[in-house]
């Protein structure tokens, strides 16, 4: 794991390949001492733009005060030029395409299988437009367009005008529009055949091909034609504005596709454009500089100002401040951060201002991680999509089939002009059977469901994960930190009889500064907040289990158990039902006893998270059985679950038993799943029909699970539920639209319905009526970000 971290570590310094490897294999020398390091240490410093490493500080001081001795013997161990790629996203971008994500080169292009435009595994965030394959569409397409609304004008109109334009002209006005603008569907067309993939582009390039040549021919040789191919003039009729208007219609299709295909990573580019730009370092001397965020190392002091971006993840080091990480939890309230509470990079220091100290820099950021998160799933197929593949290139060589026939068919049966009429239903075949939309159906709806969905906290592996995910009607839940807060908090004070509770609350607290124990400093914060004025304590003592000991303002005090008051003679008989009670309740009790004299407890319990009910509600409304399973013991557990109406609980429950108990509701026929955080949940997160992790907890938990909540909040599993649910319901509109226009258009244009309704399809709004249900698809698609 470590490796790895290096290693993404390093590409995003920017280190040349060459001199990445050196490092790997150690060659990397302190040029003071000519000790072997590594980049992981972190004794850093830079000269002329060329970063060196060193064993120590005192080596990289002895350095800063020579720089150009010490250089010059260290050589090129280090690179010359140190470039600053985006913070966001690894070194040397990968071109991918959006239907067959196996396809993966270092350039842009088409892809081999299908003829999309390829795209970047991680989009850049730049304009949406910056499309390099748009931008030649569309000067394709806007420098042709008045030849093709010419030559148009005059097939449709030019006898009623009174133009009589001979055909070799009209020849000379199209073969722009098709020869040069559509040039690009006749290279990927002949890739499709080279390949053996039939794909849309195989249909276009038959279609206009067979369009424009076959008039190429009826222009240059009328002769070579059969009878049966000329009008009552003698003329063998052409197709020239058929050919140019598909052309032109398929380039305007794609531009609308391309710019609307370009939304769809929107919600990535929205990620990466949170990351600022620099960081506020403060430096050994206690200055401050502004430094990009490509110089800033692990361990750096930082200091967040109020209302700045958090530079990189780390841990908060002096101040206190609100925190604003709804753009990657999708939770609106501010968390407060204190000394020692971890900040993700990217989130907004609302308030106070922060000195922090950077954990995680470059691409081991958990924005980082998201956005490297998201184009992995945006690129993986559906298993829905998998059918959609196999149909789509069995189709294509049915369409053929289908067009040659329909040729055949109206040249041998359709009389005096059959076979002029052949020729349009054939073009018209092949162009309306595209099966782009089918091809589109289910990559939009996942790449847009993927994106959405990282914006509300939840992170999907994969696209066979969105679309299991609503099949789930069992989820297995922890208690600590899922369901409660996961850390104690103050809940109340019991006073015996003529004792005040202030007063019983703040000796405890008084007695609680010397101890570390989370209990301990639950009751002093409590106090504090109280405003409460507090003692000093002297001899103090901690018995380990049981409770503290210690003098305060005089007074002998000793607060903990039952075991502890009973070793120190102390009665609890007075408060002992109420404890009890309060323990039923889940909560942990302390007795506080001066001198011998009980004065009261304290009750410290783990607070249940505000969000909580409504989630649980939520998950009950879906349909979803909620089962806890906590280590916790099984009075708490089951006073927690009596308070949120969940259906079933398991308490003291080992990082075994849980794998078991996943085992068992699958044997019942349950589909479940499992949500954790810790690396003795893996082996439950992996055997779980799906498993969630919450984000809060380890790397291993994040790989072993299907689906992670960025916030480890269960009103994230109703949400992915939900979005889940609004996916797969996305892609089956479209599959069922594509098969649906499909089964009506090939029969249209093949001229099926002539003898009846006198019906026959143009080539051209076959053309439109492709372009068209693509970008239905995709728009479609997009309405999934409107969703909530």
């Known amino acids: 794991m470590d490796m790895h971290k290096h290693h993404h570590h390093e590409s995003h310094a920017g280190v040349s390949t060459a001199h990445g490897a050196a490092a790997a294999a150690g060659d990397l020398k302190d040029p003071v001492c000519g000790m072997a390091v590594t980049e992981a240490s972190v004794h850093q410093a830079e000269y002329e733009g060329r970063p060196y490493w060193f064993c120590s500080a005192r080596c990289r001081s002895k350095f800063l005060s020579e720089p150009a001795r010490y250089a010059a013997v260290a050589g090129t161990a280090a690179p010359a030029t140190r470039p600053e790629p985006l913070p966001e996203a690894p070194a040397g971008t990968i071109y991918t395409c959006p239907m067959h994500p196996e396809i993966r080169q270092d350039h842009p292009g088409s892809c081999p299988k299908c003829g999309m435009a390829l795209e970047p595994l991680i989009p850049e965030a730049t304009a949406d437009d910056d499309n390099p394959e748009l931008r030649d569409f569309s000067r394709r397409f806007w420098w042709t367009l008045p030849l093709t609304v010419i030559v148009t004008i005059q097939a449709m109109a030019g006898h009623r005008l009174g133009w009589v334009v001979p ?49 190429v021919v009826a222009t240059l040789a009328p002769e070579l034609f059969p009878a049966g191919f000329a009008d009552m003039h003698g003329r063998v009729g052409v197709y020239y504005e058929a050919a140019a208007v598909i052309v032109s219609l398929t ?33 050994p001397d206690g200055s401050e500089s502004d430094v990009p965020l490509t110089h800033v190392h692990v361990g750096d002091l930082l200091r967040v100002r109020p209302g700045e971006k958090v530079p990189v993840d780390g841990v908060v080091v002096d101040g206190s401040s609100a925190v604003d990480e709804s753009m990657l939890t999708g939770e609106p309230v501010p968390v407060t951060k204190r000394p020692g509470d971890k900040l993700i990079g990217a989130t907004i220091n609302t308030s106070g201002s922060m000195t922090m100290r950077s954990e995680r820099v470059g691409s081991q950021t958990v924005l980082s991680q998201i956005v490297q998160m998201v184009a992995q799933a945006q690129r993986s197929k559906a298993p829905m999509q998998r059918m959609a593949d196999r149909v789509a290139g069995w189709f294509v060589m049915i369409v053929v089939a289908i067009a040659i026939a329909s040729f055949l068919a109206w040249g041998l049966l359709g009389g005096e002009q059959g076979w002029q009429y052949g020729v349009i239903n054939a073009v018209a075949v092949l162009i309306i059977a595209c099966p782009c939309a089918l091809g589109l159906a289910t990559p939009m709806s996942i790449m847009v469901a993927t994106g959405k969905a990282a914006t509300q906290g939840v992170l999907f592996r994969d696209a066979s994960a969105i679309e299991n995910f609503r099949r789930v009607d069992t989820v297995i839940v922890d208690k600590t930190g899922t369901l409660t807060e996961g850390r104690p908090a103050f809940d109340r004070v019991v006073a015996s009889s003529g004792v005040e509770k202030a007063e019983v609350l703040r000796l405890a607290a008084s007695l609680d500064q010397g101890s570390e124990h989370p209990l301990a400093d639950a009751i002093v914060q409590a106090a504090r907040a109280r405003k409460l004025v507090l003692a000093r304590v002297e001899g103090f003592e901690s018995s380990t289990g049981i409770g503290v000991r210690g003098v305060v303002e005089g007074r002998r005090l000793a607060l903990g158990n039952t075991a502890l008051m009973a070793g120190d003679g102390v009665d609890v008989a007075p408060l002992a039902a109420a404890g009890e009670e309060l323990r039923r309740e889940g909560a942990s009790v302390m007795y506080l006893a001066a001198d011998g004299r009980l004065l009261g ?37 089951r006073a927690v679950a009596a308070r949120l109406g969940i259906d079933e609980v398991h308490g003291e429950v080992k990082p075994a038993d849980k794998l078991a108990l996943v085992e068992r509701l699958q044997r019942e026929g349950r589909v479940v799943a499992m949500a954790g955080d810790g690396i003795n949940d893996a082996p439950a997160l992996a055997r779980a029909d799906v498993g969630v992790a919450m984000g809060t907890g380890t ?25 889940s649910e609004a996916t797969v319901a996305n892609m089956r509109q479209n599959l069922l639209f594509a098969f649906v226009y499909n089964a009506l258009g090939v029969p249209i244009a093949t001229g099926l319905l002539y003898p009846f309704t006198g019906w026959l399809l143009s080539p051209m709004i076959a053309a439109l009526a492709m372009s068209l249900s693509s970008l239905s698809v995709v728009s479609n698609a997009l309405r999934l970000r409107a969703s909530s």
């Not at 002209?169 to 040069?180: D, Q, Y």
Request: aromatic content about 6%.
């Open 167 to 215: 055909s070799w002209l009209e020849m000379v006005l199209a073969a722009p529009v098709v020869l040069w603008a559509g040039w690009p569907f006749f290279v990927r067309g002949a890739q499709s055949i080279v390949h053996r993939s039939p794909n849309m582009w195989t249909l276009i390039s038959l279609g206009t091909g067979a369009a424009y040549f076959y008039s």
């Open 251 to 283: 380039l305007l299709g794609q531009m609308l596709e391309l710019r609307a295909r370009s939304q769809t990573s929107a919600a990535i580019r929205q990620l990466l454009g949170m990351a600022p730009k620099t960081a506020r370092r403060i430096e």
């Open 601 to 637: 407890l304290l009750a410290v319990a783990d607070p249940v998270k505000a969000s909580t009910p409504e989630a649980v509600q939520s998950l009950h409304a879906a349909g979803m059985r909620v089962v806890m399973a906590t280590g916790d013991g099984v009075t708490t557990a």
């Open 699 to 723: 790397d291993v938990a994040m790989s072993s699970a299907q689906v992670t909540l960025v916030k480890g909040d269960l009103r994230g599993i109703a949400r992915a539920r939900n979005i």
